[in-house]
């Protein structure tokens, strides 16, 4: 028992210091290989000897490879990035648009005011715009045509002729 075994002594503070900066510089090396690796198949630019050649560097002399790679391509390398991002932006907004309809079916908006131009041109009655005004505000679609009632199954056949 005259041994006695004091940890803090064994291991300072600043040790712990240099420890955690060690393995955070570790971790940020392979993000910054992995980085470049990903770069290095972004770039349309390059040709596949080209790509193979700078994959081979990177892989048998990492640090070599990586730090010729950023001094040579490394200006360049956030221009790719930023455009790659910009593409996914935009195919993104795409299928949200597509998604969600948001040209493919007008809205009830637009088919109201579609409906009163054609009220006030006569081609359909008051009592033919109310009921499909009533269709359109209730989500069962757009009016068919002029003087067409799907729900009752009647059409104006006066309007027809015009």
Known sequence: M?????????YPLMSVFWSMLWFFLWIMWFVLLFRVIGD?????????????????????????GVFVYMIARGKNMGRREIAQAREQQKAFDSYIRKTAGGTDRPSSVDELARLSEIRA??????????KAKQMVLAGHGPAE??????????????????
């Open 2 to 10: 005259n041994a006695q075994t004091y940890l803090a002594y064994d």
């Open 121 to 130: 041109r006569g081609d359909i009655t008051d009592e033919e715009f109310s």
């Open 145 to 162: 045509g002029p003087g067409t009632d799907t729900a009752s199954g009647s059409s104006g056949s006066s309007d027809s002729a015009r």
């Open 40 to 64: 290095i198949f972004r770039d349309d630019g390059m040709s596949g000897w080209g790509k193979a050649g700078w994959l081979v560097l990177t892989i048998f002399l990492p640090f070599l």
